[in-house]
């Protein structure tokens, strides 16, 4: 069985660029919920002060973080570069959980300053599917 692969992606937010960031992002989310089936979750959290985001993606397995990948590239190029990019936010830290490829680890060496932390070993876990109460 496959291990899970979780990225955490943490940015500040420039002044004054929190509703473009939110704006931008929401196309971003809808892409990647309509070209990526196999993706668990993705979401993007903010800091009360707005100056803050972290993005969270759940996947099934490294297989599908890199397929998500190749969709920002292919499918988002614009809409990242617009929603992701310098004028907007500035990534500060990259976490893995699971074993990323080297073209995950690759894409954060590029950025200067961003502090990258990986934890490739999965003890033990499960997931669960959301469920209607």
């Known amino acids: 069985m496959s ?50 985001m972290t993005v969270i993606q759940v996947h099934p397995d490294t297989a599908s973080m890199d397929f998500h990948m190749q969709v920002l590239r292919d499918k988002l190029g614009e809409q990242v570069a617009r929603a992701l990019g310098p004028e907007l936010i500035e990534l500060k830290r990259s976490e ?27 003890v033990a876990g499960f997931t669960r599917p959301a469920q209607v109460v």
Not at 20 to 45: K, N, Q, W
């Open 96 to 122: 893995y959980y699971g074993e990323p490829s080297e073209s995950a680890l690759e894409m954060d060496r590029q950025i200067p300053g961003v502090a990258v932390n990986v934890k490739p070993v999965h």
């Open 3 to 52: 291990q899970p692969f979780i990225h955490f992606g943490t940015f500040r937010i420039k002044e004054g660029k929190f509703e473009d960031l939110a704006s931008s992002y929401r196309e971003v989310v809808e892409t990647v919920e309509e070209h990526e089936p196999r993706m668990i979750a993705f979401h993007g959290f903010v800091n009360e002060e707005r100056t803050e």
